[in-house]
């Protein structure tokens, strides 16, 4: 069996066959920008793009789209903070969001779709389901009828009672249903578009189900999300879906766990983030997701100052290793070229079970231990495949570190380093190890 996958639609683990052979089309809820991201939001950013970069190694074509919400109640009311419009305002921090994204080491996806560009699409889709009917048209304002959909809450796995108990619902003497959701938002407050319904705007449940169609038409394979937007907004897109097309939009649905702050809830209006565009350290960007990647992607992280200082260090380790490995090869001549077949394996059967990272981890710690102890011996062969290995993976990570080639300086303090020790002229080398030290270099 290849790569199993938790569903979240079924709760359980499943071998992962997309509908197309090796073609896989995903997609991933991305960011409402009205503000900048702080690491929490940075946890699926991270995630799913080792889900990408696995997939494009496992040797599938992925077509990875996720999607832009450039219209929201929260950009209105940041753009009338900032005395900008709406427009200018979801720009700005688009901008900010995928430089963070590209800082904390993701690739862009392939398909960006913004929800304004997809009005008309939205418009005819609500009209659709109102013929159908599962919506409904009161003063302007559209809901979707939850009650004419018999499986409501498969995928929060829960039956429409419990939810109405366990959900704060908004008073709304329009509905039907407490539960029904909003489709259409009859506005006159900031954009707005001209309708059958009325001026207003779209719901941002239906914007994801839209824009999920027209870019790929059918079924996808899978959804990705955090777990906060399991319920309501991805157990509303595939209300929708299913309303619509028969089905439920996606294949495999998968949900990233929280990022907490010292046990609580991290957010903007607790005060208690931190930015990611404050991050300006390389390697403590690199430590953030090498942090992320070092948990079960299902379960909540609770990031402290000690569990930082943590995969600080083990990022040194990571480093330090590799730099000394490249600088003996490099010294000797010696290119990297083939990856060793077992720990190739190792790590395969540690991703393919449910992205397990952090078994993932332990096999790079055994890496860098073999690595130091191949540069002690001098065993450069051996050093060569087990660098190779330990590259090819920490590149499907996503994990960067930088090294620069062997200059004629570095080169002549190395020998002159060698040759010290050799003569026992322990001064010299202790001046010339202080050099090398500080470039890393041992």
């Known amino acids: 069996m290849g790569l199993v996958i938790y569903n979240s639609l ?15 089309n995903m997609y991933v809820c991305g960011p409402t920008v009205w503000n900048y991201i702080h690491i929490g939001n940075a946890r699926p950013v991270i995630f799913y793009d080792v889900v990408k970069r696995y997939l494009d190694f496992s040797g599938y074509e992925v077509v990875y789209a996720s999607n832009i919400t450039d219209i929201d109640d929260k950009i209105i009311n940041q753009a009338k ?14 901008k900010a969001y ?34 159908k009917g599962f919506a409904y048209n009161v003063d302007g304002d559209v809901y979707f009828r939850i009650n004419k959909l018999k499986d409501y809450g498969i995928l929060s796995n829960q039956v429409q009672e419990d939810l109405i108990a366990g959900e704060r619902i908004d008073v709304d003497t329009k509905k039907e249903n407490p539960m029904d959701f909003t489709l259409w938002k009859k506005t006159d407050d900031g954009i707005k578009w001209d309708t059958p319904f009325g001026k207003g705007r779209p719901g ?17 394979d899978i959804h990705g999300g955090g777990m906060d937007l399991k319920f309501p907004h991805h157990e ?8 619509m097309y028969g089905h439920n939009l996606a294949k495999y649905w998968m949900h990233v766990g929280r990022l907490q702050m010292n046990g609580e809830k991290m957010s903007k209006s607790l005060g208690n983030v931190i930015l990611v565009k404050d991050i300006e350290d390389f390697e403590d960007l690199v430590t953030l997701r090498l942090l992320i990647i070092g948990a079960p992607y299902r379960s909540s992280i609770n990031y402290n100052e000690e569990l930082a200082n943590f995969y600080k260090a083990e990022y040194d380790k990571i480093k330090r290793a590799y730099k000394q490995a490249m ?17 190739i394996k190792e790590f395969k059967n540690a991703m393919d079970n449910d992205f397990n990272t952090p078994n993932v981890m332990t096999l790079i710690s055994k890496l860098v231990k073999e690595i130091n102890n191949f540069v002690r011996q001098k065993d450069y062969k051996s050093l060569s495949i087990k660098t190779k290995t330990l590259k090819t993976i920490l590149d499907v990570l996503g994990i960067e570190v930088k090294y620069e080639s062997l200059t004629d300086e570095s080169k002549h303090v190395y020998t002159a380093w060698l040759e ?21 270099i041992i």
């Open 420 to 440: 010290a020790r050799n003569n026992k002229d322990f001064e010299s080398a202790d001046k010339y190890r202080n050099i090398l030290t500080e470039k890393g």
């Open 10 to 24: 079924t709760n359980k683990m499943e071998e992962f066959i997309p509908f197309n052979n090796k073609k896989v």
């Open 81 to 94: 903070a900032e005395n900008i419009t709406e427009k200018e305002l979801a720009v700005k921090y688009e």
């Open 236 to 243: 509303n897109e595939i209300a929708q879906s299913k309303a």
């Open 327 to 343: 600088f003996n090869l490099e010294y000797n001549n010696i290119s990297l070229t083939i990856d060793n077949e077992e720990d």
């Open 204 to 220: 941002w449940h239906t914007e994801c189900v839209v824009m999920n169609h027209r870019i790929f038409g059918d079924t996808i």
């Open 98 to 131: 995928f430089d963070d994204a590209k800082k904390v080491g993701s690739k862009t996806p392939n398909f960006i779709p913004h929800a304004t560009d997809y009005i008309p699409e939205m418009v005819e889709f609500i009209s659709d389901l109102e013929k």
